[in-house]
């Protein structure tokens, strides 16, 4: 009995060695608006911002970027790639290597692509897009509550305890998972299609308009809107609509909104429904086994957030700016050139910040309904740091008071948070500070 119990222990032992050496490598990333960035290195460059992309069937790296890490040009050849915008001929370099953290990808071919543009719309510089050269290669888990990318051989099951198998296929040559769903519309009809699992997509679900116009949507929708997309390729014109639900595998979820492409030559078709979104998929912690062509899902801290509704947002936004339009009109409103509104309460007599000056601030900050967001009058301790670091509204009226003065400022969104808002700002939203310049000093 006592050899047994010593066998049994130390086969718990090695199993719990070959789980731990059957993770390759943990990847940290940051989950910055919509998207997953990575960091990266390839050639003779520094370190690189990429996003990691399930939708992304082949690595992409920025030209100008290309050109500072030293990617040689003997190995590069004309290329078209496919996009949502349509097809566009690229530069392909043949045969690179790129190092995700401490992993390194090899034998990879890279397209180069001018990011000057979606980096602007993004916010931050964009080198690169990676996703299926990882995928192919390992079992990838997405953690999304522990912002970890972790890597494990694909010779060995991952541990999927705890989450839900959903089988898929890849359609003909393009490499991204595809499972059926089924959307309920307002008008509380149910259609059911397969959806691509894209986290590059930045909305809850891309509706194809081939399956739009085969099940007459036009018709079917309710209120819509009109809006710009991003291709990578192109400009695309999209629609906007609210639904009642979705579902997949047991996972439901409550009204929400959703874009349809746009393409008036496009015929209609059944079957293909669109592309599910990072609004959806960071709900859950991620496994993909391409291998086994299974991912696996698990709610994690987010999975009952309530969705944004875009003809909400569009009627809350419509809301504050008939708000400012007539705040301006009352006595003491002062509007600036870029819109934004004060009322002064008090006129201080010291000096105007400058934008290079560490400056203390005291504010109490609203929505135009009266709900307070935040306060530095609350634990008594002033925001104290150089203007770059405030709101574009809160800046441009800071470097108008001088010191010891207090303003009411009604702040548009656009000199805010704008239209996609902030963790505890709907977008759209005017925001009101009473605020108090308390001093500015140089450093």
């Known amino acids: 009995m006592r050899f047994r119990n010593i066998l049994l222990a130390a086969t718990l032992v090695l199993g719990s060695i070959h789980t731990i050496y059957a993770q390759v490598a943990e990847l940290p990333f940051e989950f910055r608006g919509k998207h997953l960035f990575v960091k990266a ?12 992309d399930t939708g992304a069937t082949g690595a992409m790296i920025d030209s100008a970027t290309a050109e500072r890490a030293g990617i040689s040009k003997e190995s590069r050849l004309p290329a078209s790639v496919a996009g949502s915008g349509g097809s566009q001929s690229y530069i392909m370099a043949l045969n690179q290597s790129i190092k995700v ?22 916010g931050t510089k964009l080198d690169g897009i990676i996703g299926y050269e990882v995928m192919n290669r390992y079992i990838t888990k997405i953690d999304f509550d522990r912002k970890k990318i972790s890597l494990y051989d694909q010779n060995q099951p991952a541990d999927t305890t705890g989450y839900t198998a959903i089988p898929f296929e890849f359609n003909k040559s393009v490499m991204i998972p595809r499972f059926p769903i089924s959307i309920t519309l307002a008008n509380g009809e149910t259609f059911n299609g397969k959806v691509m699992f894209d986290t590059g997509n930045a909305f809850p679900l891309l509706i194809s308009t081939p399956f739009s116009k085969f099940h007459n949507f036009d018709s079917k929708l309710g209120e819509t809107s009109r809006t710009i997309g991003r291709g990578m390729n192109a400009v695309t014109q999209d629609q906007v609509a609210d639904i009642k639900s979705m579902s997949f595998n047991g996972f439901n979820f409550g009204p929400m909104s959703v874009r349809l492409t746009l393409n008036e030559k496009a015929e209609a078709k059944d079957g293909y429904l669109g592309i599910l979104g990072i609004e959806i998929i960071k709900r859950f912690n991620v496994i ?21 509704r875009e003809m909400e947002k569009k009627r809350f936004k419509a ?21 934004l509104q004060y009322r ?31 306060s530095t009058y609350d634990d008594g301790k002033p925001w104290v740091h150089h203007l770059d670091k405030a709101l574009e509204g809160v800046k441009e009226a800071a470097l108008l008071m001088p010191a010891g003065s207090k303003w009411v400022v009604y702040i548009p969104s656009d000199l805010a948070c704008g ?3 902030d963790e505890d700002v709907p977008g759209g939203a005017t925001l009101i500070y009473e605020m108090e310049v308390l001093k500015a000093e140089k450093d």
């Not at 290195?41 to 990691?52: A, E, P, V, W, Y």
């Not at 401490?102 to 990011?115: A, G, P, Q, Y």
């Not at 705040?327 to 050139?337: E, R």
Request: charged fraction near 25%; charge should be positive; avoid cysteine.
């Open 344 to 374: 002064i309460i008090k006129t201080g007599k010291g000096s105007v910040p400058k934008l290079s000056d560490r400056v203390s601030l005291h504010f109490k900050t609203t929505l135009i309904n009266g709900k307070k967001l935040w």
């Open 41 to 52: 290195q390839t050639g003779t460059s520094d370190t690189l911002n990429f996003i990691f």
């Open 288 to 308: 993909m086994d391409y291998g086994r062509k299974r991912i696996y899902l698990k709610p994690n801290d987010s999975f009952g957030n309530v969705f944004e």
């Open 419 to 421: 239209d996609d808002g």
């Open 319 to 339: 809301e504050n700016a008939a708000f400012l339009m007539k705040n301006k009109l009352k006595p003491g409103i002062k509007t600036t050139s870029s819109g």
């Open 101 to 122: 953290g401490n992993t390194e990808f090899k034998h990879i071919n890279l397209t180069m692509v001018n990011f000057a543009s979606l980096s602007s719309g993004l």
